[in-house]
């Protein structure tokens, strides 16, 4: 930030990056500079428990953190599909030189919202997608629950940008990353972000 005169984090929902974002938000930073987005998120609006942005804005948009800017990313639209286009206006360019990316990953692999056999997961991990954002309607299982629309960050995203923190708890997720199976979407994620992945593991 004191090169550029500003920078950009985009964060994940979940519980495990909850206290991070409350220990960040008194953090002494020139929070006026700093643009926050999403990872992903629901599809649903920001009064309902399961909303990302909701989280984001309990946890880290408070004290110090609370003059940043920022990006929701449900627009309010009746569904994410047709939404992506009018999202990217907002989420383009600061998409483009993100600083800090905070992923998780689910005990089935997935990472951002980026689910196996989803719609749309083809155009989200597309390398030549020209949009920042992808709509996701993903299978349900026991890890989506109810709610499986969703908007996510695409691939040319994560591989734009700088840093990007992947937390993880649990000796079953680690099982999960460590066997590398490759029709796993966390490993397209680790395939965009090359040497800019950074891992974080808590038993």
């Not at 629901?42 to 309990?58: C, D, G, K, Q």
């Not at 030549?128 to 299978?139: E, F, R, Y």
């Not at 000796?171 to 680790?190: Q, T």
């Amino acid at each position: 930030m004191s090169r550029r005169g500003r920078a950009s984090l985009f964060c994940s929902g979940g519980s495990t990056p909850g206290p991070i974002y409350r220990s960040l938000s008194g953090a002494e930073l020139d929070w006026a500079n700093v643009t926050i987005g999403l990872a992903d998120e629901r599809w649903v609006p920001e009064t309902h428990e399961a909303s990302n942005a909701a989280l984001i804005r309990r946890t880290l948009l408070r004290d110090k953190a609370g003059k940043a800017r920022f990006l929701p990313m449900m627009t309010g639209g009746e569904s994410a599909f047709g939404s992506e286009a009018a999202l990217h206006k907002d989420y383009g360019a600061p998409a483009r030189t993100i600083d800090v990316l905070v992923l998780g990953m689910g005990p089935d692999g997935h990472t951002l919202s980026w689910f196996a056999d989803a719609k749309g997961l083809g155009a989200a991990t597309d390398p030549g997608n020209m949009l920042s954002v992808a709509p996701i309607d993903a299978p349900r299982t026991e890890v989506t629950g109810e709610i499986t629309e969703r908007m996510t960050l695409t691939y040319p995203a994560v591989a734009h940008a700088r840093h990007i923190l992947l937390l993880m708890t649990g000796d079953g997720k680690r099982a999960v990353y460590e066997r590398g199976d490759p029709a796993l979407p966390v490993n397209l994620m680790r395939k965009a972000a090359g040497d800019a992945l950074t891992v974080f593991y808590r038993s």
